[in-house]
Structure formats: structure tokens, C-alpha cells
């Protein structure tokens, strides 16, 4: 199956610093990357969808100045998570898809942890 | 809306056979899909269900009935690693985005 990585696997930060987590689909071609978000013994939460050279859609009550997504590429998005508090702590965790096909694939996830 | 309902958790025997029901209420969807979580990764996709039926892959099937609004996920000839918590998703057919249930811990026993 296509393969999805995500760097950092974890981080620890400061309160009040900004975090860059990397999305990359290795072998495919993802023409949507979704980010997701989940707090412990929760489900997965969608933040935003992006598509390839196109601005992310967020989902309601995320703050899209919060939570920069960038899809520059086919194969690369990245999430910064700005001026980040330790409410922002969770695991993140990002999902691409081809065009056209039904299966996403998901990263192994960053585990962010804020002080 | 979409939501979909599956139970918090469900407990087995080592070798047993089991069965996490997911019932949906969704205006539209290409299909259902499950996926499985270890604690502290990521979900991994197990099967998809575009159509009713039963979808066979190894010691795992997947059910989908439309007119029941309603999926299962059995687990057969259970092992120690399938511990992990199990989610049903549904594709909206308005945004292509998967509708995630709340997850299904599997706990199994010796």
C-alpha cells in the first residue's frame, strides 16, 4: 500500500512557540491531504482539507490563523501550529488520497506535547 | 447530518469471534470503511464496503446493509495484537470527507 510519513513523530514544546509538522506521501500522488486531530480516547477530529495548490478548508471552530496549513505539492503539506498552549497538545495526525480513489492513506501521527 | 453510532467497547476471548456493529444515520456516502488503532498510532484502513454484502479479507469481513443503515466488522480466530480500537468512516458524498464513529475499544482476554 502507498505510504504516508510525518516528521516530527513527536515534539515538546514551549507555550507561546510555533511547531511545523511535514506531511509526506512517498509513493502517490495526493491531491487531498486532510488533517486530523485527536485528544486521548477520542475519535479522530477533522481539522481542514487541502488540495494541491489550493487554500485548506477548515472545519468549524478551528482557527485557520492558528493552524497554517500549506499543500505546496503533490506530495508535501505541512501544519504549523502557531503561538502553540498546552490546550494544543494532542495527536496529530495527517491523511492523504489520490485522485479518484477511495482509500486514504494516514501518517503515524505527531504526538505534540505543549508546556 | 451524518453521525454514526458503534459501541465504546467490547470484550473476547483469545481465539473467539467477534462482531462490532456501526449504524449510521447519513444522508449520502459512497461506502463504509473501517479502520484499526493501536494506542499511539495511527489508524490503519482494513476494509471498504462500496456495496452490501460481506467483504472477506483473511480472518477479518466487513458487512454493509443500506437499507438497515447498518455495518459490522468481525474479527475471527482473535490474537493478542488485534487489541486495539476499531472505527467505522463513511465517505459524505457532498465532500468526499470520511465521517469518523467514536471507535470501538476491543479488549481480549486470554
Known amino acids: 500500500g502507498a505510504v504516508v510519513s510525518q516528521h516530527p513523530s513527536r515534539v515538546i514544546c514551549k507555550s507561546g512557540t510555533s511547531v511545523k509538522i511535514e506531511c509526506r506521501s512517498l509513493d502517490f500522488q495526493a491531491t487531498t491531504m486532510f488533517w486530523y486531530r485527536q485528544f486521548p480516547k477520542q475519535s479522530l477530529m477533522l481539522m481542514a482539507t487541502s488540495n494541491e495548490g489550493s487554500k485548506a478548508t477548515y472545519e468549524q471552530g478551528v482557527e485557520k490563523d492558528k493552524f497554517l496549513i500549506n499543500h505546496a505539492s503533490l506530495t508535501l503539506s505541512t501544519l504549523t501550529v502557531t503561538s502553540a498552549h498546552p490546550e494544543d497538545s494532542s495527536f496529530y495526525i495527517c491523511?492523504?488520497?489520490?485522485?479518484?480513489?477511495?482509500?486514504?492513506?494516514f501518517g503515524p501521527g505527531t504526538r505534540l506535547t505543549v508546556l | 447530518g451524518q453521525s454514526l453510532e458503534q459501541p465504546s467497547e467490547v470484550t473476547a476471548v483469545e481465539g473467539a469471534i467477534v462482531q462490532i456493529n456501526c449504524t449510521y444515520q447519513?444522508?449520502?456516502?459512497?461506502?463504509l470503511s473501517w479502520y484499526q488503532q493501536h494506542d499511539g498510532g495511527a489508524p490503519t484502513f482494513l476494509s471498504y464496503n462500496g456495496l452490501d454484502g460481506l467483504e472477506e479479507t483473511g480472518r477479518f469481513s466487513s458487512f454493509l446493509s443500506r437499507s438497515d443503515s447498518y455495518g459490522y466488522l468481525l474479527l475471527q480466530e482473535l490474537q493478542m495484537k488485534d487489541s486495539a480500537s476499531y472505527f467505522c468512516?463513511?465517505?459524505?458524498?457532498?465532500?468526499?470527507?470520511?465521517?469518523w464513529g467514536a471507535g470501538t475499544k476491543l479488549i481480549i482476554k486470554p
Open positions: 468512516a463513511v465517505r459524505d458524498k457532498s465532500n468526499y470527507q470520511l465521517i
Open positions: 447519513t444522508s449520502g456516502f459512497y461506502g
Open positions: 491523511s492523504a488520497r489520490d485522485r479518484g480513489e477511495n482509500e486514504q492513506f
